[in-house]
């Protein structure tokens, strides 16, 4: 007969081997402990952080989590938008607040509301918590394309300690819109096209998206009529997934639209959007497709003294290899769902966006290749990649987080 104390300790632990056992604990667990390792940085940052336009020297966290867009965000939740365009020479629009959607400071605002909380803690409070929705979001979207449970959690791994994760516990509306994203990319995966009529709502007016997310429903739409002899495609699921495409792309062009109505300028929002490029190249129409040529050749021949020619080659190069990988084995394994929104944003980056400091921000959008990333199994590997994206995460908070003078590297 065994004795007492041994008879008593599988019950002792069994409470806790049964909560870890629930897929949700190991989850927020890793968000948990990623977190500390951030806000570590982030301390150490802002402890020798010097006077800036945001605050002073060494500001404390909540104020340093703050600066940047956060001030925009905070300037929408307060005051709202312009009902005329702010020039710079009576001519051409500078920065003001229509480049920031009302999705993220309108749910602080409601935080703020019921909380009393100032805007600084109630804005990280929003996207920590959304952070950590998106975490728990992204495993079973993991996990629902075919990815095992453990490879799944690395998955999540590396998106918790991914190099632009503190962006988790900041003032910006990517907590939020990762959420929304990887809870609409679920979604889709399991054909759910009703309930993403309001996900993708809310989501084109956190972030821009809903072109680039229209763009993914027509090619998913045009995917499942191509196989429906081998993958049933029903009347009432064609009728929802071609509405849904409109629909998104309706939802992607009405911030533009409603901008237009309320200041009576039809280009408000992309003169707007231009205008955080003119201090690179000067103010220029958006011609699609030209801006990461023209962004090439600047940093090639004005940041680096270099011919101009051989930026616009290096960024050639970096497409052609970005458009192999898009056929290696591990994207595949995403399935077409997960890869036809990474072709789709990618072309939306490529098509509308100046290459700076805040494209690897830009870029968190296309987390679902972590998926790929987290694949092999090796130790050494996965113990790699953690110490790699910890060490990006310093500098991208050295390059486009802290403040040194006139910083002109945004994040």
Do not use: K
């Not at 300037?75 to 005329?84: D, N, R």
């Amino acid at each position: 007969m065994l004795p007492a104390a041994e008879l008593d300790a599988p019950q002792q632990a069994g409470p806790v081997r049964r909560a870890w056992a629930r897929w949700w604990v190991p989850v927020l667990a890793v968000y948990a402990a990623s977190r500390v390792v951030s806000t570590v940085l982030l301390l150490i940052f802002a402890s020798v952080q010097g006077q800036n336009p945001w605050t002073g020297a060494h500001p404390d966290y909540f104020s340093f989590a703050t600066i940047w867009d956060g001030l925009w965000y905070n300037i929408v939740a307060v005051s709202g938008y312009p009902s005329s365009l702010p020039t710079v020479d009576g001519i051409h629009v500078t920065e003001n607040a229509w480049a920031f959607m009302p999705g993220y400071p309108g749910l602080v605002n409601v935080v703020m509301f019921l909380t009393r909380m100032p805007w600084a803690p109630a804005a990280v409070t929003v996207s920590v918590l959304c952070g950590a929705g998106a975490a728990l979001v992204f495993y079973r979207l993991m996990l629902r394309v075919g990815l095992s449970a453990s490879t799944s959690l690395f998955a999540v791994v590396l998106f918790c300690v991914s190099p632009v994760s503190p962006l988790f516990q900041l003032a910006y509306a990517e907590s939020l819109y990762v959420l929304l994203l990887a809870t609409a990319l679920l979604l889709l995966v399991e054909r759910r096209y009703g309930w993403l009529f309001p996900v993708v709502t809310v989501m084109a007016f956190t972030r821009p998206s809903g072109l680039a997310f229209a763009l993914a429903l027509g090619m998913h739409v045009i995917y499942r009529w191509v196989v429906r002899r081998r993958d049933p495609f029903p009347v009432r699921d064609r009728i929802l997934s071609v509405s849904l495409t409109v629909f998104s792309g309706l939802a992607g062009l009405a911030w533009p639209a409603i901008a237009a109505l309320a200041t009576g300028s039809i280009t408000a929002y992309t003169d707007t959007e231009l205008a955080w490029r003119a201090p690179y190249i000067g103010y220029q129409h958006l011609v699609p497709f030209s801006s990461w040529f023209q962004g090439a050749y600047w940093w090639s021949n004005t940041m680096l003294g270099l011919p101009g020619w051989l930026g616009i080659a290096v960024l050639v190069v970096v497409l052609a290899l970005f458009a192999v990988a898009l056929f290696s084995p591990g994207v595949r394994r995403l399935g077409v769902d997960l890869w036809f929104w990474i072709v789709a944003y990618a072309l939306y980056l490529l098509a509308v966006f100046f290459p700076q400091s805040s494209t690897f921000r830009l870029l968190m959008p296309l987390f679902p290749l972590l998926g790929a990333m987290a694949l092999p199994r090796r130790r050494v590997y996965r113990v790699g990649m953690v110490v790699l994206f910890v060490a990006l995460q310093v500098g991208w908070l050295a390059v486009a987080w802290g403040v040194d003078g006139a910083d002109w590297s945004p994040p």
